[in-house]
């Protein structure tokens, strides 16, 4: 009868290990998801989010299909885009449908170091 007591003893001893065990794994499972997954997600969406609020009137910017063009005016969820050389070209688009912008003052010091490097040689 003993014997049979100290098993039963035993087995809820080690079912208890084996739920903690498995409750710590399942945390750190999820842990790791949110560090690998869910957390660099989140800071790409405020880095898009600040470069959208960022836009600026003469920027240019790249387009998700891969149009480059400048910043004519800005509204609160469309801007108005004009590409090329044509200055009839001007398509409204949603700001969502940008996927990088340079700044017209960077645009300008990068051509002026570059003007800066070609007077120099």
């Known amino acids: 009868m003993n014997l049979i007591v100290l098993t039963a ?8 290990l084996g739920w903690g065990t ?17 957390r660099p997600q989140k800071n790409e969406q405020k880095r898009i989010s600040a470069m959208l609020n960022d836009m600026a009137v ?14 004519l005016d800005i509204t609160d969820e469309d801007v ?5 050389n044509n200055k009839n070209c001007r398509i409204p688009m949603r700001k ?18 570059d003007d800066a490097k070609s007077s120099k040689k």
């Open 9 to 16: 003893d035993a087995a809820q001893g080690s079912g208890a």
């Open 22 to 38: 498995m409750i710590f794994w399942l945390v750190a499972m999820v842990a790791i998801m949110y560090f690998l997954m869910i």
């Open 58 to 71: 003469g920027d240019s910017v790249v387009t998700t299909s891969g149009f480059y063009g400048v910043i």
């Open 80 to 84: 108005i885009v004009e590409f090329g």
């Open 96 to 113: 969502s449908a940008i996927a990088e912008v340079e700044k017209a003052s960077d645009a300008y010091a990068d051509n002026s170091s």
